[in-house]
């Protein structure tokens, strides 16, 4: 978890309220990453920066989006929750071009939709 | 199927013994990942393999890869209760993203 923060740890939040993650990191990484982990799914990539203002989707991208105004901070926007969005979400960060370098992820964020 | 997914997916042994997970995957790759996670924590980098390479040690943890039947292999030697966590493979293809199988977890019992 090194020099990656996520914040909230927790939140519960009802159906239909917008939720903004924030994921903080103090190593200076280009790109960074936004999954969730459910059971039986491993982790599945949301969406992804590759730069400040620059990111793209992943694999599950629909109710979420994204920005990247400074190089350190990551915000994960439900606009509009649902329950299927409860998951638990971990932002990762990665030095280097795509696939050639190894991910540090953060502690998690646990989100209960109810 | 997804393209990584790791077998079996859960794992009991007593401490001192050898674990062994395997991973599988669809498409020719780049490199593969192992990642180690710890109950309510992230994930933490194992080791890496690159497409290349059969084999690579790393303390008490063998990975090796066959590119010829797109399947990879975790060998824990002498494990530990500390080693109790749930182990992910991560393929990976130039310039695309990770993808990560569901994971095994494995009970190491004092």
């Known amino acids: 978890d090194a020099g990656i923060t996520q914040s909230p740890r927790h939140k519960v939040t009802e159906t239909g309220t917008p939720v903004t993650l924030r994921c903080h990191q103090t190593e200076n990484h280009r790109y960074m990453y936004w999954y969730r982990q459910d059971p039986g799914h491993g982790l599945r990539l949301i969406h992804y920066s590759y730069g400040v203002k620059d990111t793209d989707k992943g694999e599950v991208s629909d109710g979420y989006s994204v920005s990247r105004s400074k190089t350190e901070d990551f915000l994960l926007t439900l606009e509009s929750a649902t329950s299927s969005q409860t998951s638990v979400y971990f932002c990762a960060i990665s030095e280097s071009h795509i696939g050639q370098e190894t991910q540090y992820f953060g502690p998690g964020t646990r989100l209960l939709v109810l | 199927s997804q393209q990584g997914e790791e077998d079996p997916q859960a794992l009991s042994i007593q401490e001192g013994e050898n674990a062994t997970m395997n991973c599988s995957y669809k498409t020719s790759i780049n490199n593969l990942q192992w990642y180690r996670q710890n109950s309510g924590r992230g994930l933490v980098h194992l080791i890496l393999i690159r497409s290349n390479e059969r084999e690579k040690h790393s303390g008490r943890l063998r990975v090796t890869l066959d590119t010829s039947k797109k399947s990879s292999s975790l060998l824990i030697t002498a494990s530990r209760a500390a080693d109790t966590a749930s182990y992910f493979c991560?393929?990976?293809?130039?310039?695309?993203?990770?993808?990560f199988g569901p994971g095994t977890r494995l009970s190491v019992l004092p």
């Open positions: 991560a393929t990976i293809l130039y310039g695309q993203n990770f993808v």
